[in-house]
């Protein structure tokens, strides 16, 4: 071992039983800074009840979870290392770490386990660990942002530099230069061209190095060798004075390297500014209402219950309810509309969204931790955690194509010694260069991110990107009824009067009655106003209800029920609406019919999908004749009606093990069991589920139109997987015995991998046009 802190951590890993993160890391974490105070001692002050309360929450089981900030991530087997090491301890929930943002979200007993604990366990291990904020990970972005820009620049200008030296050796050689003037332009060549090695091209070797040391192959090693080999050979050509220069190749492919992955990182990073933009956009300050008098508080200051004032034009800085004024908001942060929806005392206005017509008063539902917008980022950031199959399988086949390319090089340079000596160092050189898998690593997580981040601006939450892989292949679309393919809500569709009465009457009455119900249809009357008058109200549970005025007595719910009173009463209408009687002693007076609408595009859907080779299913809960009706109409061959959530699930589990493909649309919380157990699943839920649904993906809009087109945006996300990995693949095919039999030179050699990595992120970006049903 290098020192005694390397030691001590090998110790863990193997005291563990994680042998096996050797096997799987590619690449390695930095080794902690010297420090004289035990880890334990710096990390003592997050015990700090106040302190800790800031960065963790507790449940109503007393668990706690934090959300910690953590530097020196690498890859993949350090997000695997953190999380089984932290996993294995006592009073620890779970561990779960989001590589891309360098987040670890854990969750634990604080009575078994304290949090300097868990920081020190994290240090000891290598990786720094603070309190996860957003402006310190916004601040971590902007930072790695300007050192690549830097090196980006210093490269360019290099290359510029550079590359006018060479015009005029390559000049000299063609009409002549005198010796003492190519001595000082290869000379001054070499030292721009080493500053740019040095600095730009540093995180190349450095990242060569480390996996090296360990006998493990990357990217950067192709990368590495290339410009170090051409950079010696080049300096001893200065020294020597013979043989040919080439900074400038040097210098041209360290700039094309860079500026792919600066670009590639920057599509990557879009999708986490676009949401740190939206939450920069919420006002610090509020005006709130506070002992009849406005008063400006801090945002973080607000409760649940206070009235904050919106004005014209301001962003609504947390979910409230209208209570005082009209205006209309423009909500495209969550479902890309930019028409503005017109709300009114009652309705609900969500943080992050744009007051535009008029000051309005709203009552404070919650923190922002409980909003939307908060909901909505969650979510995204839950899609980000999970690394997906396809991506992972890149990562294998890269590993092996490194190894390839180091044996097509040695194999290149030992035929070019024997055929020409003084070309094999650079066409060997081409051969590495051209061959880097860049490409290859791109080819998936470039589409998964540009796929989901269209879905998110057309309204539709990707929380598990394997789920898009899932989803193209699906073979089998299965819905749940109520609040799904309906509204999930019952209204009056239709009064039948049976003795002469009015219809308004009848109503009344009705609605007067439904007062005194806790019933799921007394909802359908609460915008009815009720008849005066009443003595007395019963309920009578899983009958219906019974009341007294001066001009008799009266009988609301059930056929049964109200047929003991009224004998004459004539059978419902039909079998397709939800009926409920109403009857003044032995005068049967109406038939009120409930429905719950259709939504009106599910037709459209359900013709869609079947159109597009689905096979289509309806699975309800409900037990009435509603199903097989519903079912007819859309045009569903098959349903089952009064399932339980176990029964959904034994179909599931049915149609998977015949080796079909299934997705299923619920309403993100009833359907929860059987949501999750599908191959992928859509909830239609409101922004108050967002937190609790158990689906992959989350349509904000309500809209059943988004299940057919994230369908068809999944198929061709896989598509374009395809293409990348076809171009990848087949570009190295081509490009190597080109490069091997002499035909493309080193700065040639640098544009054509630069370029074949930028073709499959442009490729990739051609899934960011919003999705259309």
């Known amino acids: ?135 310190h990970q916004r601040q971590q972005m902007q930072d790695e942002y300007r050192s690549q820009l830097r090196r980006l620049a210093v490269a360019g200008l290099g290359m510029m530099q550079v590359g006018m030296f060479a015009i005029a050796l390559h000049a000299g050689d063609i009409q002549g230069i005198e010796s003492q003037y190519q001595g000082l332009l290869r000379w001054v060549s070499l030292i721009v061209a080493s500053f740019v090695v040095l600095f730009s091209s540093r995180p190349f ?102 009235v904050v004032l919106v004005k014209a034009g301001a962003t609504v800085p947390v979910d409230a309810r209208l209570c005082v004024g009209t205006s209309a908001v423009r909500e495209d942060t969550f479902n890309g509309e930019h028409l503005p929806r017109s709300v009114s005392v009652g309705d609900t206005i969500y943080a992050g969204t744009v007051n535009l017509e008029a000051a309005i008063e709203a009552r404070v539902l919650g923190s922002y931790r409980d909003s939307r917008l908060a909901a909505l980022q969650r979510s995204v950031e839950q899609a980000q955690g999970e690394k997906p199959r396809l991506a992972k399988l890149a990562d294998r086949i890269a590993s092996w194509f490194v190894a390839a390319i180091l044996l097509i090089t040695s194999a290149t340079a030992l035929a070019w010694s024997q055929i020409a000596p003084e070309q094999a160092l650079w066409i060997s050189l081409s051969v590495l260069v051209i061959s880097c898998p860049c490409a290859l690593a791109l080819a998936t997580p470039a589409a998964l991110t540009s796929a989901a981040n269209a879905l998110r601006h057309a309204g539709v939450i990707v929380r598990g990107e394997n789920a898009l892989e899932a989803l193209a292949r699906t073979t089998h679309l299965i819905f749940d009824k109520t609040g799904t393919l309906t509204e999930g809500s019952l209204q009056i569709s239709t009064v039948q009067p049976l003795a002469g009465a009015k219809e308004a009457e009848l109503l009344a009455i009705a609605a007067a009655l439904q007062q005194y119900s806790s019933h799921p249809v007394s909802r359908a009357f609460s915008d009815i106003s009720p008849a005066p008058g009443w003595e007395q109200v019963d309920y009578r549970v899983g009958a219906g209800l019974e009341g007294r005025r001066p001009d008799g007595n009266y009988r609301m719910g059930s056929e049964q029920f109200c047929r003991q009173w009224a004998p004459a009463l004539p059978p419902p209408p039909d079998q397709r609406r939800y ?9 049967p007076l109406a038939w009120i019919g409930l429905d719950d609408r259709v939504r009106p595009e599910a037709a459209a859907v359900v013709a869609a999908a079947r159109s597009a080779g689905l096979a289509v299913e309806l699975l309800t809960g409900d037990s009435s004749a509603q199903g097989p009706l519903l079912a007819k109409e859309l045009g569903i061959e098959q349903v089952e009606t009064g399932l339980q959530p176990e029964q959904k699930m034994t179909r599931v589990q049915a149609l998977q093990a015949a080796g079909s493909v299934v997705t299923m649309v619920g309403d993100g919380l009833n359907d929860a069991p059987v949501l999750s157990l599908a191959d992928a699943s859509f909830a239609v839920a409101g922004a108050t589920d967002l937190a609790r649904t158990q689906a992959d993906f989350v349509i904000v809009g309500e809209d059943l139109d988004s299940v057919i087109s994230t369908w068809r945006k999944a198929r061709q996300c896989r598509r374009i997987i395809l293409e990348n990995f076809s171009w990848a693949l087949g570009y190295n095919v081509c490009a190597i015995p080109l490069a091997a039999l002499g035909y493309v030179p080193p700065w040639a050699a640098a544009i054509g991998m630069s370029l074949s990595s930028l073709l499959v992120v442009a490729n990739s970006l051609r899934l960011n046009n919003t999705p259309r049903s």
């Open 1 to 135: 071992m290098c020192c005694p802190g390397c030691r001590a951590v090998a110790g863990l890993i193997a005291a563990n039983g994680l042998e096996s993160f050797y096997q799987q890391r590619t690449a390695y974490n930095q080794r902690p800074e010297q420090d004289e105070a035990p880890a334990r001692d710096r990390y003592l002050v997050y015990d700090d009840p106040e302190l800790a309360a800031t960065f963790t929450t507790t449940d109503a089981h007393g668990a706690a979870s934090a959300r910690l900030l953590l530097g020196g991530m690498t890859c993949a087997a350090c997000t695997w290392l953190i999380e089984q090491t932290l996993g294995r301890l006592a009073g620890i929930h779970s561990a779960r770490v989001n590589l891309q943002q360098s987040r670890l979200d854990i969750s634990f007993d604080p009575g078994q386990i304290a949090l300097s604990e868990i920081f020190s366990r994290v240090d000891a291990l290598g990786y720094r660990v603070r309190p996860f904020q957003a402006s």
């Open 205 to 306: 070797f450095t990242t060569a190095w480390r996996h090296l040391r360990q006998g493990t192959l990357v990217m950067d090693l192709p990368v590495a060798l290339a410009i170090g080999l051409a950079w010696l050979a080049s300096v001893w050509a200065t020294i020597s004075g013979t043989g040919q220069v080439y900074f400038d190749s040097v210098v041209m492919f360290t700039f094309f390297l860079l500026l792919g992955r600066f670009l590639e990182q920057r599509v990557r990073q879009r999708n986490a500014l676009s949401w740190f933009d939206a939450e920069s956009t919420l006002p610090d300050a509020v005006a709130t209402r506070r002992d009849g008098q406005w008063v400006t508080l801090p945002r973080s200051q607000l409760q649940a219950g206070d």
């Open 579 to 587: 009926w409920i009687a109403l009857c003044r002693a032995a005068t």
